[in-house]
Structure formats: structure tokens, C-alpha cells
């Protein structure tokens, strides 16, 4: 099995939860000297990204897009891609930049504890295999060591910067359940259990089914139970499961059934219902009120939508400030 340094790359940005880094970078020109805009597409302070590193970064989300998008919606997905991938690297080297500046740096036991588990996790623990992989690649190990530190050095600084601020109060959390109540508002649902008989092809087959079907009603009328019944005469799909249709919203059965159900308590059994080219018999089983539900249950999912938007909105911030402090300069900016 090949174990390239994409894939490399890959598996350490999985484990460390960072944007893949690019495989290679330059240092900018000495001014005057003639810049090649079409392989630049950026540059943070003497750092460049080239339009190949952020291609190389968003491989896996343009494979992604080109499995399931159709053509005339692809090119707007890649678009899209790049520019996320190309703004993630600005972001990567201003980070990166900042713990430079903060003099913040790493024991080296983490960065091998770190680059020790990817080779468990990706080389099956083969070392010989990762060292291979390395060299096909042209990187040595003291170069794959110092992204896997920068990698880490992000991973702290994020977290130091955003992270460990974020907190959501509780009163924010009740705020937001209050002002948005009708996402948790479960429509009326009723359990019910269906028996279809077909009509047949011409008046006398009518009568005769309907015959069948007002029998089969009588029986569960005095007690049968209806599942039983639905299993022995029921034409519909659903016959072997005793007619059980489940947990339904009454708006998404047919109008007609809709209309015997509402005219229902749990456990009667309505009358023979036309409704077309079938006769239909329903069964209301249980009927669960509409209701709201309760703050208790839903607080840990509001909890996740409010951390996750306080984190986008600090990452911003911080992002913003760093770009006042720190050179960046977009140069292109559009997928080639």
C-alpha cells in the first residue's frame, strides 16, 4: 500500500484537528523582483502560499463535490473550496506568525508522542513503512517533525485564543430556547393501523370487496384485534405488520383518513372509507397531543449551536486582529 505524504498530511491534520499543511512554501522575492502572480496566493509576512498549496489542501473536499454534484453546480462548489482552503492558510500562518511572536514553543516528547501515533495509526506501527513514505516524497523527517509541530502549535494557540473562552452562560441558553420555541414544537402524531381492501375491476367486485372490507370492520368493531384482522384480509403493504402504519402526522395521511382519525379515541376503529380504486379501514392505536418540547431536553443541543457560533465569531475577531498586526496580501484569490 502507497503511504504518500498527502496522506501523511492528512492523517496529522485528523489527529491535531487542523487545516492540512502545504507541502512546501517560499520565501517572498526581494522587492523588485518580478512575482509571479499566476503560482502566488499569498503571502503572510515573508511566508507564500501558492496556488498549489491550497489546491493540495482541498483535494479531499473537491473529490467530495465532483462525487455528488452535478456539473453546472461543481464549478461554484470548487470555487467555493478554494477560497475556504485559501483563507484557512492565511489564518495557519498568522497563527503561526503569533506564536513566533509569543516565543511560544513545544517539548519535543509531544511532537514525537504526536507523530508516534499517527505511525500507530496510519503505518499500523510500521516505522520502516513511514520513513519510506517520507523519503518517496522528497521530505525528510526533520521536515515532516517541524509541521507536525506547527500543526500543534496551532492547536494550542486556537484553543488558548478561543477554546477556553468560549463559555455560554445559562441564561443565554434559556434566552435562545425562548426566542426560538417553534423549532421544538412537535406537531399532533397519532399511531395508527391501516386495512386495505381493493375495489376490483367492475361493480360486482366492488360490492363483493366491500362486503369483505365491512366484515373485516365488524370484526375488529367486537373486539378482534385489529392487527390480527389486517393481517389475515388487508391487501396494503404493510398487511404482514398488522397494518401498523406507525407514529404518523395526521396532515400526511390521506385527507380522508385524516379526517376519521381526528373523530377518534384510542382504540375505536373507524368505518369503510372509499377513497377511490380501495377501501380503507383505520385504526387509531394512540394520539400524542402537539406539544413543545421541554428546555431539559433539548438544552445540550442548544448548548453545542451557541458554543459553536460564539467560536466563529471569536475565531473572526481574533483573525481580524491578526491581520492588522500581521502582512497579508491576497494575490489570487480566485480558483485558477
Known amino acids: 500500500m502507497k503511504h504518500g505524504f498527502p496522506a501523511l498530511c492528512a492523517v496529522a491534520a485528523v489527529a ?12 517572498v522575492p526581494p522587492e523588485g523582483r518580478t512575482l509571479f502572480a499566476d503560482g502566488y496566493a499569498a503571502i503572510v509576512n515573508d511566508r507564500v502560499i501558492t496556488v498549489g498549496d491550497v489546491l493540495r489542501t482541498v483535494q479531499p473536499a473537491d473529490r467530495r463535490a465532483s462525487m455528488g454534484l452535478r456539473d453546472d453546480r461543481l464549478r461554484e462548489s470548487l ?36 507523530i508516534n501515533q499517527i505511525v500507530r ?24 517533525r517541524e509541521q507536525i509541530r506547527n500543526d500543534l502549535r496551532v492547536m494550542l494557540l486556537r484553543r488558548q485564543e478561543v477554546g477556553d473562552r468560549t ?39 366492488a360490492e363483493a370487496k366491500r362486503t369483505q372490507a365491512l366484515a373485516a370492520r365488524d370484526r375488529a368493531a367486537r373486539g378482534e384485534p385489529f392487527a390480527d384482522v389486517a393481517r389475515q384480509v388487508s391487501e396494503g403493504p404493510k398487511a404482514s ?26 382504540g375505536q376503529t373507524g368505518p369503510v372509507v372509499d377513497v377511490g380504486t380501495e377501501y380503507h379501514i383505520v385504526h387509531l392505536e394512540a394520539r400524542r397531543e402537539a406539544s413543545v418540547k421541554p428546555l431539559a ?36 484569490e480566485q480558483r485558477p
Open 241 to 266: 405488520a398488522g397494518g401498523d402504519l406507525g407514529w404518523v402526522k395526521p396532515a400526511d395521511l390521506r385527507k380522508e383518513l385524516a379526517v376519521v382519525v381526528a373523530s377518534l379515541k384510542p
Open 79 to 114: 470555487d467555493r473550496n478554494y477560497r475556504d482552503g485559501l483563507r484557512a492558510l492565511i489564518d495557519r500562518e498568522l497563527i503561526l506568525a503569533e506564536a513566533k511572536r509569543r516565543e511560544l514553543d513545544l517539548q519535543d516528547p509531544m511532537v514525537d508522542g504526536q
Open 167 to 205: 463559555v455560554v452562560a445559562p441564561a443565554d441558553v434559556r434566552a435562545a430556547y425562548e426566542a426560538d420555541l417553534d423549532k421544538y414544537r412537535e406537531p399532533e402524531q397519532v399511531h395508527v393501523r391501516l386495512i386495505v381492501i381493493r375495489r376490483g375491476a367492475d361493480g360486482a367486485q
Open 16 to 27: 491535531t484537528g487542523l487545516t492540512v499543511p502545504p507541502a512546501a512554501r517560499g520565501d
Open 297 to 332: 431536553e433539548v438544552r445540550a443541543e442548544i448548548e453545542r449551536e451557541l458554543e459553536r457560533a460564539a467560536a466563529e465569531k471569536r475565531t473572526e475577531d481574533w483573525m481580524s486582529s491578526l491581520r492588522t498586526r500581521h502582512y497579508v496580501r491576497v494575490i489570487q
Open 121 to 144: 495509526e496510519r503505518f499500523d506501527d510500521n516505522r520502516t513503512a513511514f520513513l519510506a513514505a517520507l523519503a518517496e516524497d522528497g521530505l525528510s523527517y526533520g521536515e515532516y
